[in-house]
């Protein structure tokens, strides 16, 4: 059996939907941070794959993806420094603790 | 001659106005002297171009010419309606000139002492520069715009003036009630003022006249033929211009302003509401006179108001004892006197006594009005007390005073040689000869007028021995006496100007004589007056209680200003206030506030019901976010297509 375009898309769709569960269910802020990590990844193997089987003479899917990678590690390290600065005042990286945005 | 000078005399007191008004920081101790000094240029400058105007060339072929000095464009509203700002002198605003600077630098001179030692000495001269100013923009004025503008101007430094004294609030008081009362007029003056230009396409005095007076114009026959209430529009709006009129020269029944105005310092009182402002009134009939000549029902109520006015007033005056009060009412009933005068004139030289008549009396009473004034405010100077029963037998302690204030009374009764008489006997018989009902009615109002002149004097300077030996200043300072000195000749000798080959209503000089026969009648009337005022006053007794009580019902009544102040209030508290004043209110308080609150509370709701969506929560704002995604993509997808 060939792996097709299908495989793929199944894998990165349940992917997508595991990060998304992750996000909303975990209350640890680093585990939210790496949900949605999960989920920039299956937007990555989407773009891989449409790159390498629908127009496999072109490079844009695979520059895309490089380029989310790169905004990921930059919103990984913004997203631990908030982290860092909220565990510093509040004592804590629950994110039930943190409601202090309604105001 | 070059008449280009006339334009200093209105840039100097405005220069005082700027200077002082600003540099007040510099200027503080020097602003009396400063602005005498400016004034005394103005005047002399004035002076000049009358000689100019009056004996070398302003007259040509018998006829005195109208001079435009300076014309400025200021506005244009289509080709043809433009608005100009410009310096016109012809007989009467040179007159006027004169009048203005010669009592305004006076009051200045007279200021120099009085007002010594206030705290707020710079903002009083800075504001009686805006005064001279604005009314000197109003004498010389070209169109009915500028003359409108520099109206409003007079009434706001009037204003300033009034409430001088802005601790007293009874001096805010008269403030805002001269301005209301005067601007409530000046609405009939501004709505006047369209309806003519309207209808001849000008603000221009000249234009407006050369059309109105030119019976075959198409602008002269629209401007009669049409009639609202029965009056054609050319009356409506001379009378609305005249009530504008009315309204600055205190006539009935606008006057109520003007006793109460008398809590402004005395000096601006000699000033504005005695000797300039207040005539401003008389100055515009006279001015549009060719135009009221035209239209005899606009006239006949210039006439009946005056006469109205001179009577009412001298009534009151009998009765009241705040001396300035009395003057007040003096002058709104000699205004009076001007105006019939002008109102039983008809245009033409010699036929045009009554204009000749109501100018010269508007000369030589601003002479001795003024004085009479100044003479007041010396007395207060010095008694501190505006009241008569604190005055009597001044006459030792203040010589010259007391003979300047004599022959003010000699002129305003109408005793000769004196001013007032020449003038007050060309009035009478430009009365006799157009309306006999108002010649009586004046001749009555000359007795009335020599009786609580006298009243007054012999009041104040005899009466009963002084008591208040504590305190001797004297009549104040040399810049005091002066004034009164130069305006005691002035009201003893002007009268003798045959003012008629001077000013009259078509600029045609004319002659008149003093009839001997004609005027014993007039001057028996007021020696009669002078008598029963020594009589009553001239010793200290209780006839004059007695006649008040026997009189009480009238007594009461004049005494109380015939309730005119309560006939207005009554007016505007009870009928204004409950009918208009409270159901605005009502759909103020109820409608647009409602409208307002209404929706202050859905918007108010709405937030509180969806305010519970902003929990601070990340995990849920990052629902709403999916959710969002969610609905649009079914949009995108499923409804849109």
Known sequence: ?????????????????????????????????????????????????????????????????IFIIAIAAAEAAVAIAIIINLYRTHKSIDVDDVTDLKQ | MNYSTAIWIMLLPLANFVLLGLGKKYLKNIAGIFSTILLFVAAAIALNIAYHYFFVDGKQNGVYQTINVCQMHWLSFTETMNVEIGIQLDALSVMMLVVVTFISLMVHLFSLGYMKGEERYCN???????????????????????????????????YLLIGFYFQKPSAVAAAKKAFIVTRFADLGLLIGILILSFNTNSFHFQTIIQTLTNTQSPSFISITASSFLGMSTLTWALVLIFIGGAGKSAMLPLHIWLPDAMEGPTPVSALIHAATMVVAGVFLVAKLFAVFAIDVTALNIVAYVGTASALFAAIIACTQTDIKRVLAYSTMSQIGYMMFALGVSK???????????????????????????????????????????????????????????????????????????????????????????????????????????????????????????????????????????????????????????????????FHSEIHIGFSVLPVA???FGIA???????????????????????YKAAYRKFYVDELYLFITKK?????????????????????????????SFISSSIKNMQSGKVQQYALYFFAGIAALLVTVLYVWK
């Open chain 2, 124 to 158: 009083y001269f800075s504001y009686l520069g805006l005064f001279t100013f604005s009314m000197l923009g109003l004498v010389v004025a070209t169109n009915l715009l500028q003359l409108y503008m520099c109206w409003e101007l007079v009434g706001i430094s009037s």
């Open chain 2, 347 to 509: 245009y033409g030289s010699e036929e045009g006594l009554g204009y000749s008549a109501a100018l010269f009396h508007l000369f030589t009473h601003a002479f001795f009005k003024s004085l009479l004034f100044l003479c007041a405010g010396a007395v207060i100077h010095l008694v501190h007390s505006n009241e008569m029963k604190d005055m009597g037998g001044l006459k030792k302690l203040m010589p010259i005073t007391h003979i300047a204030f004599l022959i003010a009374c000699l002129a305003i009764a109408g005793v000769p040689p004196f001013a007032g008489f020449f003038s007050k006997e060309e009035i009478l018989s430009a009365a006799y000869q157009n309306n006999k009902t108002i010649y009586i009615i004046a001749l009555l109002t000359s007795a009335i007028t020599a009786f609580y002149m006298f009243r007054l004097y012999f009041s104040i300077f005899w009466n009963k021995p002084y008591q208040h030996h504590h305190h001797h200043r004297g009549e104040g300072t040399i810049t005091m006496k002066l004034p009164l000195i130069i305006l005691m000749l002035c009201a003893a000798t002007v009268g003798f100007i045959p003012f008629s080959e001077f000013v009259s209503s078509d600029n045609h000089p």
């Open chain 1, 1 to 65: 059996m060939t792996v097709g375009l299908t495989h793929i898309i199944v894998v990165s769709t349940v992917l997508f939907f595991i990060g998304m569960y992750g996000l909303f269910t975990r209350r640890n802020m680093i585990t939210m941070l790496m949900s949605i990590e999960l989920m920039l990844n299956s937007v990555n193997i989407n773009f891989v794959a449409f790159n390498k089987y629908l127009y496999p003479d072109k490079m844009d899917g695979i520059f895309f993806s």
């Open chain 2, 532 to 554: 029963m005022a020594a009589l009553f006053y001239f010793k200290q007794s209780d006839k004059p209680d007695k006649i008040a009580n026997s009189l009480q019902v009238i």
């Open chain 2, 525 to 527: 009337l007021g020696l």
């Open chain 2, 575 to 603: 009928i204004i206030f409950n009918c208009i004043a409270k159901p605005a209110a009502w759909i103020d308080k109820n409608i647009i506030d409602g409208c307002m609150n209404g929706v202050a509370f859905v918007t």
